[in-house]
T-cell receptor
């Protein structure tokens, strides 16, 4: 089956640091990638939709200047948490798919981000 | 507005018991997809099933079965003869036609005790 690789799986850094998370589709070309955030014991909340070659579409309440998304190729999207603070600590998970392909999205294994 | 409702927050059962997870959804679209995902403690999302709105046939896959009823907007999931490895959070999700985004329910934590 299709594989989506997310890296790093776990990161701890100091407050004020910017952190980049990568999401790669390994065996297919993903026209669309999604970024979700999940707080402990809560559901996944969509942050943004990323289409290859165009600007990401952010959900209401998500700061686009805080969470920079780049989808420069059909196999790679990156989420950069800029000037991270403890409240940004969360589980971030990406998914990738081909819009209108009649195929479900494929999820990465997630990144646990801890800001000290 | 909440599109997917999973009313059960936590369910605890003893091994070999059956467990049914409820999912009620809300959409105005006639074409949509419903999903179930499993999230074990390690965190990754494991895809279990996708059902489109025009296919109301129930499905069975091993110990898993799903009951889709459009009349009640429900897509319930049953684990038969539960095992400890079934312990996880289970999410129901909805994708509306043309959108491709997933709206997740709050999740149901299933704990299976030996």
């Amino acid at each position: 089956g299709a594989v989506v690789s997310q890296h790093p799986s776990w990161v701890i850094c100091k407050s004020g640091t910017s952190v980049k998370i990568e999401c790669r589709s390994l065996d297919f070309q993903a026209t669309t990638m999604f970024w979700y955030r999940q707080f402990p014991k809560q559901s996944l909340m969509l942050m943004a939709t990323s289409n290859e070659g165009s600007k990401a579409t952010y959900e209401q309440g998500v700061e686009k200047d805080k969470f920079l998304i780049n989808h420069a190729s059909l196999t790679l999207s990156t989420l950069t948490v800029t000037s991270a603070h403890p409240e940004d600590s969360s589980f971030y998970i990406c998914s990738a798919g081909v819009h209108q392909s009649n195929q479900p999205q494929h999820f990465g294994d997630g990144t646990r981000l801890s800001i000290l | 507005a909440q599109k997917v409702t999973q009313a059960q927050t936590e369910i605890s059962v003893v091994e070999k018991e059956d467990v049914t997870l409820d999912c009620v959804y809300e959409t105005r679209d006639t074409t949509y997809y419903l999903f179930w995902y499993k999230q074990p403690p390690s965190g990754e999302l494991v895809f279990l099933i996708r059902r489109n709105s025009f296919d109301e046939q129930n499905e069975i896959s091993g110990r898993y079965s799903w009951n889709f009823q459009k009349s009640t907007s429900s897509f319930n999931f049953t684990i038969t003869a539960s095992q400890v490895v079934d312990s996880a959070v289970y999410f129901c999700a909805l994708s509306e036609a043309g959108d491709y985004k997933l709206s997740f329910g709050a999740g149901t934590t299933v704990t299976v005790r030996a």
